[in-house]
Every structure is written in C-alpha cells, then in structure tokens.
C-alpha cells in the first residue's frame, strides 16, 4: 500500500475537521486574524453556516492591523464576525507582563 500524497492527506484532515465541525453543530471561533483561526473560521462556516462564529478580542494590546485584517478576511469569505471590546489591562497581572 503506497502512503497518501501530502495533497490527499491534506484532503483526509480537512475532512476529519469537518466531521468534528458538524458534530459539534455550533461553533465560536477566537479569531485573530491569523493563519490558523482564519483558517479554522473558514471551515466553520464551511460546514456551520451562520451557527459558526467568529469573534475578535479588541484592546489596546491588539494592533490597528491585525483589527483590519480580521475584518477584511471576514468579510472577504462571509463569516459572521463580531469584536468584543476586553480590558486585560485592568487586570494587574496581565500589565505587569512579567516573564511567567
């Protein structure tokens, strides 16, 4: 038996993710706007429609950048995208960002 090719193992774990998607039948993705959470928002709402949704945590320690580019990759596939305003910087552990 021949190994599977990286594109249809790529194939069987995206299919493996879908199945796990749909299971779940509801889905609120953190979404940065990064590779892995816009690709996870992608499937979600793939597979979910609008029971996927993604959600971007804004604060002064998210860059205006990453804020835009959430936005524009959102509305470029259709998902259903919301930004909730947080304020870890009250909490007096997150500001001190010691080392630990």
Do not use: C, K
Not at 33 to 50: I, M
């Amino acid at each position: 038996m021949m190994p599977a090719s990286p594109a249809q193992e790529a194939r069987e774990r995206e299919a493996a993710l879908d199945r796990v998607l749909e299971a779940m039948e509801s889905v609120v993705v953190a979404f940065s706007g990064g590779v892995d959470s816009a690709y996870l928002a992608v499937r979600a709402h793939r597979v979910l429609g609008d029971r996927a949704l993604a959600v971007t945590a804004d604060s002064e320690s998210l860059a205006d950048t990453q804020r835009r580019l959430a936005a524009e990759i959102a509305r470029d596939f259709g998902f259903v995208h919301r930004v909730i305003r947080t304020v870890e910087l009250l909490d007096p552990l997150y500001a001190r960002n010691a080392p630990d």
